[in-house]
């Protein structure tokens, strides 16, 4: 006999939504260090199909990436800025 699996589906919306965020702070958090690794500007931008919500990472020092904030300004949803001293402080608070 088969055995019976009970709670929530592993494919459920909760833990499919959950993956994407952790999938997408992950990868920020490893554009920031390769920043600052490599001393290296970086831009990253990520656009969720479903929602149409665009997440945006500049990690530079020079603003070689200020144009992109001026060109996604009139889009909707509003963007969502990061820079890497966001990230940082992220990882504060989550420790």
Avoid at 33 to 46: H, N, Q, R, T
Avoid at 88 to 94: E, S, T
Wanted: glycine share 6%.
């Amino acid at each position: 006999m088969a055995a019976v699996k009970s709670g929530p589906s592993i494919n459920s919306k909760k833990s499919k939504r959950q993956k994407k965020c952790r999938r997408k702070t992950t990868l920020m958090k490893k554009a920031s260090e390769y920043s600052k690794m490599c001393d290296a500007d970086v831009c990253i931008g990520i656009r969720l199909r479903e929602t149409g919500q665009v997440h945006v990472l500049t990690a530079d020092d020079s603003g070689f990436w200020a144009f992109l904030a001026s060109k996604l300004s009139a889009y909707y949803p509003q963007p969502s800025f990061m820079t890497d001293q966001d990230l940082d402080g992220m990882a504060v608070i989550a420790d």
